[in-house]
Every structure is written in structure tokens, then in C-alpha cells.
């Protein structure tokens, strides 16, 4: 049975390490410095690389489901509004 783990690590710090690594710092100097795992560095910006190509091609953000239950509701209720 997989359940899916809280991310140990903010957003913001994986985008400082990715934006480290996109810089030139060595990814295993880097990851040894951050506590994480090359492999980890390495999954953060094929994701990042993943989400971003999905944007430029007009696809919808990667939300939740929550997120996106609240903006069919917030839709729902703009459009009774109108009519």
C-alpha cells in the first residue's frame, strides 16, 4: 500500500537547488551541502522541467485535487452570478 509522503523540503529550497545547479555548482558537491540526495536534485528538475513545458503548451498546473474542486465551485458561482 503507497502512500504519498509530505515533501521533507519546501519549494523554495528546491528551487535554490535547482537554480544552484543550473549555475554550474556540481550536483554531488551540491546535494552533499544540502543533505538530499543527487538523485532527488536530479528528480526535482525533471519535474520542474515537466510542469513548465506543460505551461508553455497552454496544459493546466499540476493542482490538487482540493484546488481544483474549490475553482469548479468558484467558477459555479461567478456564472449564477452573471445570469
Not at 500500500?1 to 545547479?21: G, Q, V
Not at 499540476?62 to 469548479?72: A, F, G, H, N
Amino acid at each position: 500500500m503507497s502512500t504519498k509522503e509530505p515533501s521533507r523540503f519546501s519549494r523554495e529550497f528546491k528551487l535554490e537547488a535547482l537554480r544552484r545547479m543550473e549555475a554550474g555548482e556540481n550536483v554531488s558537491v551540491l546535494a552533499r551541502e544540502l543533505g538530499v540526495s543527487r538523485k532527488s536534485i536530479y528528480q526535482w528538475r525533471n519535474r520542474y522541467r515537466l510542469v513548465s513545458f506543460g505551461r508553455q503548451q497552454g496544459f493546466a498546473p499540476p493542482w490538487s485535487y482540493d484546488q481544483r474542486r474549490d475553482l469548479s465551485s468558484r467558477r459555479e458561482a461567478g456564472s449564477r452570478e452573471i445570469a
